[in-house]
């Protein structure tokens, strides 16, 4: 077994690889390339959004692969302004047919808010609209499983107590330095899988003395690191990537994070961002 083919068991059942390829900053004339090429390594999870705009690309490396559709988890994302049951009948239809698939593997609601208000105001409504959008796909087959991103607890206990079903997934920002455990804690009570999106911290932790230190210790780079952190903590773990040779090294995970080394990763806090603070998710918020 490995990284590659370990999976999770959601709580409907169906088997998630722990280890995907995310494809957010991979251009839609890119994603062709970048996923027949993550395929042909081993991936078998590949995540994409609307609101990447890669869609097409990303189902043309599907298909480019080779691979039987079965055998491969594909999530995509319902854009985050989308908080109205009609409009998200229409984009998750509209997704299917970028993607030129039957059904996904995942769909998840973005965020809790509108980029432009995110973790501002109260969205109760309009997510719960969006999500029996979702409960109906997922009824009729359209979709596997479905999930949020980016949702903090309220925001979940609001689907929980007012949806037929539960969100089986919550995809976040998770990194060694940033890693909100009692959002953990709460999240494995309901039997919600976490997915951790940008577990390198969009880049800029790769140059962290301490992160490097230990990763010396263990022979390793920076990002096997960080991503073998995050798949320790039981999370699937999407580092984004178009370049092959970088798919491969971060696929090569044959060691163990010692349980002292895990906690000093865990306290952490490195949450600087650089530029990057211009993206809702990097804000700090």
């Known amino acids: 077994m490995s990284a590659l083919t370990d999976t999770y068991s959601l709580l409907n ?7 995907g390829l995310g494809t957010w900053f991979i251009d839609d004339a890119a994603a062709p390339a970048a996923v027949s090429a993550a395929i042909g390594l081993g991936y078998r999870n590949i995540d994409t959004a609307q609101a990447y705009g890669n869609e097409r690309g990303v189902g043309e490396g599907l298909r480019r692969s080779g691979v039987a559709r079965e055998e491969l988890f594909v999530s995509t994302k319902l854009a ?10 229409a984009a998750i239809d509209e997704s299917l047919e ?9 769909f998840l609601i973005h965020a809790p808010q509108p980029w432009d208000q995110f973790r501002d105001g109260d969205n109760a409504e309009g997510n719960l609209a969006a999500w029996n959008a979702l409960e109906v796909a997922y009824r ?11 949702f903090l607890e309220k925001d979940i206990e609001n689907l929980i107590g007012k949806a037929e079903i539960a969100p089986q997934v919550n995809q976040i920002l998770l990194h060694a330095g940033n890693t909100p455990t009692e959002l953990l804690d709460y999240c494995k009570q309901q039997d919600i899988l ?7 911290g969009h880049g800029e932790i790769l140059g962290n003395a301490e992160i490097t230190e230990m990763a010396h210790k263990y022979g390793v780079s920076v990002p096997q690191l960080c991503i073998k952190y995050t798949l320790q903590l039981g999370t699937v773990s999407l580092p984004k990537t178009a370049n092959p040779e970088h798919m491969k090294a971060n696929s090569e995970l044959d060691f163990e994070i010692s349980d002292h080394d895990m906690q000093s990763l865990q306290n952490l806090n490195v949450r600087d961002y650089g530029k990057s603070i211009a993206f809702p998710v990097y804000s700090g918020k």
């Open 13 to 19: 059942e169906v088997q998630i690889p722990k280890l």
């Open 98 to 106: 970028k993607l030129g698939l039957d059904y996904v593997d995942l």
């Open 80 to 89: 985050a302004e989308i908080k109205d049951y009609d409009q998200a009948v």
């Open 140 to 150: 009729s087959g359209k979709i596997r499983s479905i999930g949020v991103s980016n």
């Open 194 to 200: 976490i997915q951790a999106y940008s577990p390198m």
